[in-house]
């Protein structure tokens, strides 16, 4: 006799594989947004002048994928500090359909490095 809601073995395994089917098609959505981002932030670079990125070609972007969305890392030098503004790059990223959820700055080396952490603006997490 089986208890009523108990589930099969069986249904457990339905739903991991559909689970796991989900995950690998998060991921991949995740990294054609990456490589959207990394083209467009290529593209910018190439059209965009010096004075743009903080006036100095010691300015630096990074973006590297994380959990649950991208880290983005700008390295300024301090005398390009006035001329860099993070409100314009964070309304890049918000534009790209990203929402920043977490944003430090710290001074090292004589550089200014903003370091936000994005993730999908859609993005729900599991709880």
Do not use: W
Not at 3 to 21: C, L, M
Not at 22 to 38: A, G, I, M, P, S
Not at 105 to 110: A, I, L, Y
């Amino acid at each position: 006799m089986e208890f009523q809601g108990k589930r099969s073995t069986s249904e457990h395994i339905g739903e991991a594989v559909n689970y796991i089917q989900h995950l690998k098609k998060n991921v991949k959505e995740l990294e054609e947004r990456r490589d959207q981002l990394k083209q467009s932030v290529e593209q910018q670079e190439s059209t965009s002048s010096t004075s743009e990125l903080g006036g100095s070609s010691n300015s630096s972007v990074t973006i590297r994928q994380s959990v649950v969305g991208f880290e983005v890392e700008i390295s300024v030098g301090c005398e390009d500090e006035d001329r860099f503004s993070l409100s314009s790059a964070i309304q890049v990223i918000f534009d790209e359909g990203l929402e920043v959820v977490s944003c430090t700055s710290t001074k090292f080396n004589d550089r200014l490095i903003h370091h936000l952490q994005c993730q999908d603006a859609d993005y729900i997490p599991n709880i």
